[in-house]
């Protein structure tokens, strides 16, 4: 999957657009319309901020993600620990083709998930 596949996928099952809250306009951050959690966030990074040989500009994908799932994810070609987010929360998956939709989809949901609004839970509103 690649990073416009992944917009067009979020806008369809979410309805939501990214958001490019940075000066330098390469981050897209992709948050809850009802609560503003992110639950995504693309960057485009070099290689070796992953642990990668190339210092080649990549897509990622940082999304948040139950503890144990994030050590199996690592076990897995295209997924990392987070880059510039809390490691025990966030994995990073590349945006470059290696990983299909169909396994970044159901991670993307989870994240989803995790970070929308608990019932009873306060959003700031009097």
């Excluded at 809250?21 to 609560?35: I, K, M, T, W, Y």
């Excluded at 897995?76 to 620990?81: H, I, L």
């Amino acid at each position: 999957m690649k990073k416009e596949e992944l917009f067009r996928w979020v806008k369809n099952t979410y309805g939501i657009e990214p958001d490019y809250p940075f000066s330098e306009g390469d981050s897209a951050v992709l948050r809850h319309e009802d609560n503003r959690k992110w639950f995504g966030l693309v960057m485009h990074i070099t290689g070796d901020k992953l642990g990668l040989k190339s210092r080649a500009a990549v897509d990622v994908l940082n999304v948040k993600c139950d503890p144990i799932m994030i050590y199996v994810l690592c076990q897995q070609n295209g997924f990392y620990p987070a880059y510039h987010m809390n490691k025990q929360h966030w994995v990073s998956v590349l945006l470059d083709g290696s990983v299909k939709a169909e396994e970044i989809k159901p991670v993307l949901d989870r994240s989803y998930e995790l970070t929308k609004c608990k019932k009873g839970k306060n959003t700031g509103g009097l």
